[in-house]
């Protein structure tokens, strides 16, 4: 092998490990959500048609999982259309089971971040999750229902994370639901933002006009964190609901006061 062709070869893979490291910290400019994957030419190496018998098996393989996420934003409060709630918790479901198979998941969330970085998967970064979960749940057209696109840690770069929210239209963001399947290498983990105890959300736009002003100089200060704002809030039907998620509750104390975790919203929370 010629001196040319190796050096070729090493600047390839040097472009393949830093480029999508590149995308990753200009997440500022992500494309937009509002356009729905092209889900006939993303590139695969498993050769599977989504067709509706592929999201037929994905929903009745998860149908206790939707079943629960359903109440989940049913909970949410009295104006939330039944079938609106059940037809996102089928997409978000069957979506994922698409997606992991897309972007070629098969290990942890770390350890795939990793394959993505050096070239080896397509797909699979937490905004990856974020952008297409997002674009999946806009086709439906939602009326009772509305989505957020949240950012934790947004100050270091190394650990800034992405997700999806849905939650009932005009709540804030903090009431939402969590859709988030990157931190567990593909399992769907879902919880009200404000329960959520591993990340303090800031909602997307904040931190795109945070990281504008960062550029430009300008000081700018972030609103609209979960921190500080109301934690294990209840859902807006009710307090003495009777459904699952407002009774499978645990209380803890720390130094800012007691907090009120769903426990049930936390199956997959490590």
């Given at each position: 092998?010629?001196?040319?062709t ?20 200009s ?5 937009s959500?509002?356009?729905a ?27 206790q999982?939707i ?37 070629q ?87 009200i ?29 972030t ?12 859902p ?35």
């Amino acid at each position: 092998m010629t001196l040319i062709t190796r050096r070729a070869i090493s600047l390839g893979l040097a472009a393949s490990f830093f480029a999508p490291a590149t995308a990753r910290a200009s997440e500022l400019f992500e494309p937009s959500s509002d356009l729905a994957p092209n889900l006939s030419t993303r590139s695969t190496t498993t050769p599977v048609v989504f067709d509706q018998a592929f999201y037929e098996a994905s929903a009745q393989r998860n149908a206790q999982d939707i079943a629960e996420l359903t109440q989940g934003f049913i909970d949410l409060g009295p104006d939330v259309d039944p079938n609106e709630a059940a037809r996102a918790a089928r997409a978000v479901y069957t979506y994922v089971d698409q997606l992991k198979i897309e972007y070629q998941i098969t290990g942890s969330a770390l350890a795939h971040n990793t394959k993505v970085n050096m070239g080896i998967a397509p797909r699979g970064l937490c905004w990856h999750w974020a952008h297409d979960i997002d674009a999946r749940l806009m086709r439906e057209r939602f009326r009772t229902l509305q989505i957020h696109r949240a950012i934790a840690n947004h100050n270091n770069l190394r650990l800034e994370h992405s997700t999806t929210m849905l939650g009932r239209r005009g709540d804030p963001m903090y009431r939402a639901i969590v859709l988030d399947p990157w931190r567990q290498g593909g399992t769907l983990f879902w919880e009200i933002a404000a329960n959520d105890t591993r990340y303090d959300w800031t909602d997307r736009d904040q931190v795109f006009a945070y990281k504008r002003a960062l550029k430009e100089g300008r000081p700018f200060r972030t609103v609209g964190t979960q921190s500080g704002l109301q934690r294990g809030v209840q859902p807006a039907s009710s307090a003495s609901s009777t459904t699952r998620a407002s009774t499978s509750t645990s209380t803890r104390g720390d130094t800012n006061g007691p907090q009120i975790r769903r426990t049930g919203f936390n199956r997959y929370l490590d």
